[in-house]
């Protein structure tokens, strides 16, 4: 079946580096997502990746995935407090090509104390 | 530059109520979906549709309707709102749907009382 779990609260302080993990059960999932919601807004794409990738790196954003164990982590480096949101994971396989489903896990809150 | 936008931001309705929560997009996108989002959960697909007059089920679509009557509009109706449709609800739009960036409305918080 599809499914995607994430841990539900992370804290960190302001300039440590966050690491927020995600785990899947579609061995043909194609693409991972990760969006951010902030408070009272919608989700905003932060970044990607495609299967066959094992990293990507934007900026701060660094995420690893790990196909054998069907693990993504997005780790935010030099976190500020601009990054406390609900960070979403989400996959989509050539099952859900048709219906452009994604499937998001519960979500990820992090805090970041100053 | 608009994106996606839905209306109204918040709602209280009574039990046994109908409402429309409304969605408009101005980047001419094929792909249309709306979304529910309760706490624990992550966001659950109702409905989507592939094309002006093209809609189909979502995986909880019970109590729902929608039509996709042009490209840019995609409403959701609510027939008669019971308590468990309390949410926070989300519109969507991709290019198609397969494109890898879907673009999201800010949410349309509803509750039913």
């Known amino acids: 079946g599809e499914d995607v779990e994430q841990s539900l609260f992370l804290s960190v302080r302001e300039g440590d580096s966050s690491v927020i993990n995600c785990t899947y059960t579609?061995?043909?999932?194609?693409?991972l997502y990760w969006y951010k919601q902030e408070p009272g807004a919608g989700l905003q794409l932060l970044t990607y990746i495609f299967s066959n990738m094992d990293m990507k790196q934007d900026q701060r954003l660094t995420v690893l995935l790990n196909k054998k164990d069907k693990h993504l982590s997005l780790r935010i480096a030099d976190t500020q407090t601009g990054d406390s949101a609900i960070y979403f994971c989400a996959e989509t396989s050539p099952r859900s090509s048709n219906t452009g489903k994604l499937i998001f896990g519960q979500g990820t809150t992090l805090q970041v104390k100053p | 530059n608009a994106g996606v936008t839905q209306t109204p931001k918040f709602q209280v309705l009574k039990t046994g109520q109908s409402m429309t929560l409304q969605c408009a997009q101005d980047?001419?996108?094929?792909?249309m979906s709306w979304y529910r989002q309760d706490p624990g959960m992550g966001l659950r697909l109702i409905h989507y549709?592939?094309?002006?007059?093209?809609?189909d089920q979502g995986e909880v679509p019970n109590g729902y309707n929608v039509s996709r009557s042009t490209t840019e509009d995609f409403p959701l109706r609510l027939l008669s709102a019971a308590p468990s449709q309390t949410s926070v609800y989300f519109c969507?739009?991709?290019?198609?749907?397969?494109?890898?960036?879907?673009?999201f409305g800010q949410g349309t918080r509803l509750t039913v009382v």
């Open positions: 969507a739009s991709r290019r198609n749907p397969g494109a890898n960036e879907a673009f």
């Open positions: 549709s592939v094309g002006a007059g093209i809609t």
């Open positions: 579609d061995s043909s999932s194609t693409y």
């Open positions: 980047m001419n996108h094929e792909y």
